[in-house]
């Protein structure tokens, strides 16, 4: 968890000052906007399960180096892209490049550091250690809001670029000496099968994730038009109730059952969007960002554990790594989408159209309730399934 809330400060430190930089820095479009913060969910797309076979044959802590050395690549890219302010197409290429590298990179994180964790616990602690790592990776978001902000205010683009090489390289001496976990031997799934096991609560968690698209992509954008200073603070809200939420809820869809949960937290990530997009006043919007954080902070773990609990442990990389593929089909597609409604409709439209789109999850956590939906499903013939294990994948 440490490793992922350092790694992850990373991210954190771009998120508020990325639209401000491309938008403002380099004079273009909010469509453009959409495409740079969204690019580095869609280079996710195509490393998340190469990561999660990565982490299931060679080892969690292998990918989580592999991610951390990627990340420093995309931090050089950064530098680069400031060399070419001057032809801002030039320099947004190559931003877009140095995102892609970092989607590549957090995939490998966050796939092996979630790998790593449900190695070490009994499956049913499976959505709780979801969830605290996800509690680490927003608490560095959180962090990182103001930190970035702070850098670019006296540094510009170039202070986020050099926090970006050389946060990871530090991380990489706190990873080395942990004591690593044996990779997971057993038979390979069949892609196809993976998916139809997770595309499901896959698509539940993607409905829910367009209203983080939103919160990382245009909440500091609609803070600046309405005059909401500080332009971090929704961002910041949001994470905070996530991370709050995580640490005294995890537990909930371990609990209660993942569905279940999910089904009463997207309304509530849902009437925080809608707060947003209504008010006018800075403070409400604060509390719409802590709502939709709140709701948000358990949508994921609680699909994620309706997928996990349809795996057997030497294929939960995979399937970790196929589920979360869904987020960032989110990220990578609807964050531009978002972009062409703000310059069609304006900025606050985005949060409309994000509030409808979320309550789409409430009718995937049904669908998942429904008794003859909720049987689990073997992706992979394993050699030695035990007795429990066993009783567990019946009932």
């Given at each position: 968890?440490?490793?992922?809330?350092?790694a992850?400060?990373?991210?954190?430190?771009?998120?508020?000052?990325?639209?401000?930089?491309?938008?403002?820095?380099?004079?273009?479009s909010?469509?453009?906007?959409?495409l740079?913060?969204?690019?580095?969910?869609?280079?996710?797309?195509?490393?998340?399960?190469?990561?999660?076979?990565?982490?299931?044959?060679?080892?969690?802590k292998?990918?989580?180096?592999?991610?951390?050395?990627?990340?420093?690549?995309?931090?050089?890219?950064y530098?680069?892209?400031?060399?070419?302010?001057?032809?801002?197409?030039?320099?947004?290429?190559?931003?877009?490049?140095g995102?892609?590298l970092?989607?590549?990179?957090?995939?490998?994180?966050?796939?092996?550091?979630?790998?790593?964790?449900?190695?070490?616990?009994?499956?049913?602690?499976?959505?709780?250690?979801?969830?605290?790592?996800?509690?680490?990776?927003?608490?560095?978001?959180?962090i990182?809001?103001?930190?970035?902000t702070?850098?670019?205010?006296?540094?510009?683009?170039?202070?986020?670029?050099?926090?970006?090489?050389?946060?990871?390289?530090?991380?990489?001496?706190?990873?080395?000496?942990?004591?690593?976990?044996?990779?997971?031997?057993?038979?390979?799934?069949?892609?196809?099968?993976?998916?139809?096991?997770?595309?499901?609560?896959?698509?539940?968690?993607?409905?829910?994730?367009i209203?983080?698209?939103?919160?990382?992509?245009?909440?500091?954008?609609?803070?600046?038009?309405?005059?909401?200073?500080?332009?971090?603070?929704?961002?910041?809200?949001?994470?905070?109730?996530?991370?709050?939420?995580?640490?005294?809820?995890?537990?909930?869809?371990?609990?209660?059952?993942?569905?279940?949960?999910?089904?009463?937290?997207?309304?509530?990530?849902?009437?925080?969007l809608?707060?947003?997009?209504?008010t006018?006043?800075?403070?409400?919007?604060?509390?719409?960002?802590?709502?939709?954080?709140?709701?948000?902070?358990?949508?994921?773990?609680?699909?994620?554990?309706?997928?996990?609990?349809?795996?057997?442990?030497?294929?939960?990389?995979?399937?970790?790594?196929?589920?979360?593929?869904?987020?960032?089909?989110?990220?990578?597609?609807?964050?531009?989408?978002?972009?062409l409604?703000?310059?069609?409709?304006?900025?606050?439209?985005?949060?409309?159209?994000?509030?409808?789109?979320?309550?789409?999850?409430?009718?995937?956590?049904?669908?998942?309730?429904?008794?003859?939906?909720?049987?689990?499903?073997?992706?992979?013939?394993?050699?030695?399934?035990?007795?429990?294990?066993?009783?567990?994948?019946?009932?």
């Open positions: 968890m440490g490793v992922v809330l350092i992850f400060l990373i991210i954190g430190l771009a998120l508020p000052v990325l639209p401000l930089h491309v938008h403002h820095g380099l004079g273009l909010t469509f453009v906007v959409g740079v913060t969204g690019s580095q969910f869609a280079a996710s797309l195509f490393s998340r399960v190469w990561s999660g076979h990565y982490a299931d044959r060679r080892g969690a292998r990918a989580v180096i592999a991610g951390l050395l990627r990340a420093v690549a995309a931090g050089l890219l530098f680069v892209s400031l060399s070419f302010v001057r032809t801002p197409w030039a320099s947004v290429t190559i931003l877009l490049a995102r892609a970092l989607g590549s990179a957090e995939s490998f994180i966050i796939t092996g550091a979630v790998s790593w964790g449900l190695a070490l616990v009994d499956p049913t602690n499976a959505g709780r250690v979801i969830a605290w790592m996800g509690m680490a990776m927003f608490a560095a978001l959180a990182g809001g103001p930190i970035g702070t850098l670019y205010a006296f540094g510009g683009f170039g202070a986020v670029a050099a926090a970006t090489t050389l946060i990871p390289l530090i991380t990489i001496l706190l990873v080395v000496p942990i004591a690593s976990v044996a990779a997971q031997r057993g038979v390979s799934p069949e892609l196809t099968k993976v998916i139809r096991a997770v595309w499901m609560p896959g698509l539940g968690s993607a409905l829910s994730t209203g983080f698209g939103a919160m990382i992509g245009f909440s500091s954008l609609l803070s600046g038009e309405r005059g909401w200073n500080p332009v971090w603070l929704n961002f910041s809200s949001f994470a905070i109730a996530l991370v709050a939420s995580r640490m005294f809820f995890g537990h909930l869809p371990d609990k209660f059952g993942g569905a279940k949960v999910a089904l009463a937290c997207v309304f509530i990530e849902a009437a925080g809608a707060l947003i997009w209504l006018p006043d800075y403070r409400w919007a604060a509390l719409g960002a802590a709502l939709t954080g709140f709701g948000y902070s358990l949508v994921y773990p609680g699909l994620g554990v309706e997928a996990v609990r349809r795996a057997p442990p030497q294929n939960r990389g995979l399937v970790m790594g196929a589920y979360t593929v869904f987020l960032d089909v989110a990220l990578g597609l609807g964050s531009p989408a978002l972009g409604i703000a310059n069609w409709s304006g900025l606050g439209s985005v949060f409309l159209a994000t509030t409808l789109t979320t309550l789409g999850t409430a009718f995937v956590a049904l669908w998942l309730l429904a008794p003859k939906n909720g049987t689990k499903i073997s992706i992979a013939a394993s050699p030695v399934i035990k007795a429990k294990q066993c009783s567990r994948a019946i009932g």
